[in-house]
């Protein structure tokens, strides 16, 4: 596994449009949000600049580069010839997908770490770290899902948009309006339940115990996610 791993960290540098959508584009978006945070937060609050800037990362860097590694990895058949060697089908993917995901979180730890330097630390430092990975787990199961639906890396352009673009409207929706009104559909939404944890971990004034409820939704999409990923996953380029 770890072999693969390495394998891919240096397929990474090398593809410059992977490269730039992991990790040069979501750090500049980052880096902007963190620069006008004051803007932003009379928009909503310290904690929707930090679920935006989050979320941002998830998507375009560790969902997007999921779902492109492994529409090439299949296209170019590097797929099936893993499946020919002892490491089991849950290795093969891990393999494939532990250096975009360590990239993510250290990005998301980094950029949290500036975020909370420049701005002000959030009242609740340990339920930020869940909201991170909960996001990380949510959006690698969509990304294997999504994976399953997209022939070649071109084509994950277009399968992508609908979860980045959708994801982070939701993020702007719950950030900036709350969940005071329609809370449970803004809850049951990708990203929406996350964004909330994100916002009471930041803001604070909210019971621990009331916030890690909010892990359900979250945790429920990666069911389902994965549950399609199981179905629809080719291993072998579509004929």
Request: hydrophobic share 55%.
């Amino acid at each position: 596994m770890f072999a693969i791993a390495l394998s891919e960290l240096v397929q990474l540098f090398r593809n410059r449009l992977v490269l730039v959508t992991s990790c040069v584009m979501p750090v500049v978006v980052s880096a902007f949000f963190i620069r006008q945070h004051e803007v932003f937060a009379t928009l909503g609050s310290l904690g929707y600049v930090a679920a935006v800037v989050m979320f941002t990362i998830g998507a375009f860097g560790l969902y997007a580069t999921t779902v492109t590694t492994l529409a090439a990895r299949r296209q170019n058949l590097f797929l099936k010839r893993l499946r020919s060697t002892a490491l089991g089908d849950g290795g093969i993917l891990c393999g494939l997908l532990l250096p975009v995901t360590a990239l993510s979180l250290v990005q998301v730890g980094v950029i949290m770490t500036v975020l909370g330097v420049v701005a002000g630390a959030p009242e609740n430092v340990l339920l930020v770290v869940v909201a991170a990975l909960s996001m990380v787990i949510m959006m690698l199961g969509l990304g294997l899902a999504t994976a399953g639906l997209t022939n070649s890396p071109e084509h994950a352009q277009v399968t992508t948009l609908p979860i980045s673009l959708g994801t982070i409207a939701v993020v702007t929706w719950v950030g900036i309006t709350g969940t005071e009104e329609l809370a449970l559909p803004k809850r049951l939404l990708p990203g929406g339940a996350a964004t909330e944890l994100v916002l009471n971990a930041w803001n604070g004034g909210v019971p621990v115990a009331s916030s890690l409820v909010l892990l359900a939704p979250t945790l429920g999409w990666v069911v389902v996610a994965v549950a399609l990923a199981a179905r629809i996953f080719r291993w072998e380029p579509r004929r």
